[in-house]
């Protein structure tokens, strides 16, 4: 039993952390005395007074550090195989549709600017005409 437990925990440092949990667990039942000689080694090598519960919460801190990503790593992470390949993927099928698009819709573009020029004359039109009105307008407005 004890053999299957070491096989299955110390294949990590949170493996290793809970391995050494479960020893201290053993030894804080069997000795009287170990609980206060483990608090005094880690009040010693903290500098300050340690508890039960900050040394029971050292293992969720380890693992709390272990799961810690870095800003680099976030962007790295951007550059996998799947996402280039969707971004390649993408960039064929902008590169296939947006021509054919354009050929499609030219005969449409001499009409289009010929209705913009039309709008556009009467938008010109329109502001000649608004302008004395506009600033009396705006005034009653306000």
Not at 60 to 69: A, F, G, P, R, S
Request: net charge positive.
């Amino acid at each position: 039993s004890e053999m299957c437990i070491r096989d299955r925990c110390c294949h990590s440092i949170l493996g290793i952390c809970r391995m050494r949990l479960i020893l201290g667990r053993h030894i804080m039942h069997t000795l009287r005395g170990a609980v206060e000689e483990a608090l005094s080694i880690a009040a010693r090598i903290a500098g300050r007074p340690v508890d039960v519960s900050e040394m029971q919460a050292l293992p969720q801190m380890i693992k709390d550090l272990m799961n810690e990503v870095g800003v680099v790593s976030r962007v790295l992470s951007v550059f996998t195989i799947t996402n280039i390949a969707w971004f390649v993927a993408i960039l064929g099928l902008t590169a296939t549709v947006v021509p054919f698009i354009v050929v499609v819709t030219r005969p449409l573009w001499a009409g289009m600017k010929r209705l913009f020029t039309i709008l556009f004359d009467y938008l010109v039109i329109l502001a000649k005409w608004a302008v004395p009105v506009y600033e009396p307008l705006m005034y009653a407005v306000s």
